[in-house]
């Protein structure tokens, strides 16, 4: 069977991968923002062990704490760059190369790769979410919210049994720890969309420069910062802590109840109910249009206001 590397410079060489993501990512941006922004196409360089990649990141992170052996992401982006560890043990099932995985996620670095100075909205300094880090949780939303819909356009989900396989919109199939590194209360099976956290009323007339924000920069000055996610279930703006690492104190059924109407009402029902125990964390790409629909061209006018 092929390796990762193989399967990597496979997509990279053909000859029009890169120039669809190019294009689709500019389409997308202007869409949804009503801003053009000129695209560099980032290198994506492979590493063969943890030594060189996390090497790489501790030279283009020289502020952050030097990371080591336990490091575990797949891959990473900066500014022009996108690194991939080729030996990680997230690209494989049963031992072959998840080719949908290791696509999907060559889509979401390269959105990290052009947001604003490749950071997106990383390096802003108070909080979306009560407590430190929480930044990060929305640069996620934001960066695999437009990866998904860029692999779509792109048409690469007929590839992979019309999926796009991200962990960061689905729960992990254990509630003790998230990609960006949240503490949940949700279930370990049959899982929730997270980014429909970013249809929660709190947000409402502020996706457009939530959005704006991580593609061009600017100011987020009109927004409530202090916003914790239990607050966000309930559709109501503020409160003053949500607990130590950045908590997200909700369990599955109430995300459903508070605005599961606004979802289901968009067509969007789908994308809340992915089995993560049965099928990964495969997102169906069919539901693109709708997801598409309310991000673009106005992102701050939700058709429906839940009860």
Known sequence: MP?????????????????????CTSAAIKASTSLTKTIRVPQFIPHEGIETFAGAYNKSHPDSPDVGSSFGSPAFAIANEVH????????????DVNECKLVSTMVHEFLHAVSHNAVGLQADDEPIFKGPGSYCYMDEIITDLYGYLVYTAMGLGSEFGGAYDSAYLCPKSSSSAMSVGNKTDLQPKGGCWLSTVFFAPVFDDHRRAIVKRYFHGGSLAGFEMSVSMSDLVKGTATMTSAGPNYGMPFSLSSLRTSWGARVSTAGLSGLQNIDVAEVGYKIPVNLAGALSALLTPELGSDPVTPA
Do not use: A, P, T
């Not at 990762?4 to 190019?22: A, I, N, T």
């Open 84 to 95: 991939v560890r080729l030996d990680c043990g997230d690209w494989f099932v049963d031992g």
């Open 3 to 23: 390796g990762v590397g193989v399967v990597l410079r496979k997509w990279l060489e053909s000859s029009d991968f890169l120039d669809d993501l190019q294009g």
